[in-house]
């Protein structure tokens, strides 16, 4: 029997890298960008942005702050960093030193782009097509002068809906980008779908296709069976195994009641480790004992550092035993299903607690 | 006009002190400790066990993990810290090196720590009284041997609904708290309560309090106003303003349709920075324009950069205007209500991501 407290969290390199040729493919002709905001939903975006640039041949990088092209100017040079969030004058000195290159999105950030333009780079101009989030409206285009115009390097929209493969939202927003395009920005390549639009079809790819959840392993076209290698695994140490008799509650405001005697499994991992709390008498914990793979129900609310689950028909399972939260067979879009949210927030939330001991998956070089 | 694009989280440190003492006072005369697990609740256990060590005398801290104790070993030099994970072969080393105070929670905790147990280190023991999580359970404590019982320096259990004054669980664990005492640990100091404990007398008090989220300002009196102080302030810069046609979506899925001409604000957070998603056409963002403070309902899905409000009745708002997430008239408590769920899970993840400006807070010395 071993003794251990620290929850694991496994990142599969290998099938990350695998993940983004694969969509390279789904997408040519079009350029390939990797997506590696929220410092790469959560893994590390220096070591993601890196392995694909050496081992995939990435060049173009999108993040959502400046601060986040700073991590990963260094590790791929000569690459273009895209910042989606713009420019102000709270990130203006890190274009300047990185030459990152902003998404324009409003009238007013143009403004302060002309009055603060960083020599040698051309923005990208952000369009609203259907989403109702950043971008120029028709309204705003209509007012840009000939030599505005002139100032970009590219023109971006994003989809509200591409993970559906048949919602009116996709052709209608391509319509509209489209419009824009031909009325506006004739000549000027065009970037529309993230992972999900890459499944599309060509339309839908234009000259840039920006893969983030996909290469993380999230299925972004889940009206199929997922083509992405999973690339995470967290999995805990179990710390502790007791009866629970018929009658008594489990966890903080005693949402459990043992209705027969059980058997409980105390596991090394919370919320503070981003597991989501609503997985409260909901979410699973699954144990491979001799071989053989086992489901364990969470009972009981989820607690910062623990969660309690029914262990009661696993035979022969032992203090120190892992306990897997995310796994091959459970995937990122199967603990999100059952936490009521999306994988993106689930991914984004693991990555971020320094308890996790990381581990690496990569092949040698 | 301003133009900003990062979102900023300031806390109060002068006000987390006072929470702190004002705490200290209603536990006393039991000693208080400081829960600093989880990074301080994702603010950085650093900064936090610093300023409770040097403004306000405390000698005594709570993490959950060994690595989390080796974060504040410096900045508290001879402050006991205790580890409510517990140890094993995964952080042995840490525990000798800093002489951390592990919390021993089951029978084969104990058995690896009478084959490593670390020179002038007394462990903790923790006991199972009624949340059925970690700790002894009374079979456990009946093998234990005579020298086994002389081993720990204080008995430690936790309540499950501490928040609810007049849960019958609180005076169930109490009793079965002090029963064991008697039995086995007669002489030892003990500790029961965290934040939730202190608010409900004396008598939960024992010996120590281990004072977490209510040092944060979060209310774990919820029966009645809260007596602590917020520390938290989010807030994020407005990117855009643009009309919102009648008939037009918002964000990611289209779950939001206007059914009248609206003005819509995209504010520069999302659930990268730990905004919940579940705020989702839930939440709120706050402005204050012009000294009035303005209510305006989050529409659509919050994405992972933004979130999306109805701005309609605010008139002279601006682009680069701050959106408040979190501040003093909408605490911690409140937006966690919002996204159904506890403030604990908010303020864990809203101290996550390196994105932030982060303020502090903090009367000269």
Redesign the interface.
């Known amino acids: 029997?071993?003794?251990?407290?620290?929850p694991v969290l496994q990142i599969n390199l290998d099938n990350l890298t695998e993940n983004y040729k694969k969509l390279c493919e789904i997408a040519a002709p079009a350029t390939a960008a990797a997506v590696v905001?929220?410092?790469a939903y959560g893994l590390g975006a220096e070591m993601v942005a890196e392995i694909l640039y050496q081992k995939a041949g990435c060049r173009n990088f999108f993040v959502?702050?400046?601060?986040?092209g700073e991590r990963i100017a260094p590790v791929v040079p000569d690459a273009h960093i895209y910042v989606?969030?713009?420019?102000?004058?709270?990130?203006l000195e890190l274009f300047e030193k990185y030459k990152l290159i902003p998404v324009i999105?409003?009238p007013?950030?143009l403004q302060?782009w002309k009055e603060h333009a960083v020599k040698g780079v051309k923005p990208v101009i952000q369009v609203?097509t259907?989403?109702?989030?950043?971008?120029f409206?028709t309204?705003d285009l209509a007012k840009l002068s000939a030599a505005d115009l002139k100032i970009f390097s590219m023109v971006l929209s994003h989809l509200?809906?591409g993970?559906?493969k048949d919602?009116f939202?996709n052709r209608y927003q391509l319509d509209n980008f489209n419009s824009v395009r031909r009325q506006y920005f004739p000549k000027l390549p065009a970037t529309l779908s993230a992972s999900d639009g890459a499944f599309l079809g060509e339309d839908f790819c234009c000259d840039m296709v920006r893969l983030g959840a996909a290469v993380y392993g999230i299925n972004t076209a889940p009206y199929r069976p997922n083509q992405m290698k999973n690339i995470i695994e967290v999995k805990a140490?179990v710390?502790?195994i007791?009866?629970?008799p018929k009658g008594?509650?489990?966890?903080?405001?005693?949402t459990y009641r043992a209705a027969t005697n059980r058997r409980?499994a105390?596991v090394?991992i919370g919320?503070?480790d981003g597991i989501p709390?609503?997985l409260s008498n909901v979410g699973k914990v699954f144990f491979n004992v001799c071989g053989k793979w086992y489901e364990a129900r969470i009972i009981?609310r989820v607690?910062?550092?623990?969660v309690?689950c029914d262990v009661t028909c696993i035979d022969n399972l032992q203090?120190?035993d892992w306990g897997y939260l995310v796994f091959d067979e459970y995937t990122l879009d199967d603990i999100a299903r059952d936490a009521?949210?999306?994988s993106?927030?689930v991914l984004?939330?693991l990555g971020?607690?320094?308890?996790f001991?990381r581990e690496i998956k990569k092949s040698a070089e």
Do not use: W
């Open positions: 029997m071993s003794i251990l407290t620290r905001k929220d410092n959502a702050h400046a601060v986040e989606l969030q713009g420019i102000g004058s709270d990130s999105a409003s007013e950030m302060f609203e259907g989403l109702n989030r950043l971008g409206r309204e509200a809906c993970d559906e919602h939202m140490p710390l502790q007791a009866n629970l008594d509650f489990v966890g903080y405001s005693a409980i105390i090394s919320y503070g709390r609503a009981g607690s910062m550092d623990n309690i203090v120190g009521g949210t999306i993106y927030e984004s939330r971020k607690n320094p308890r001991v």
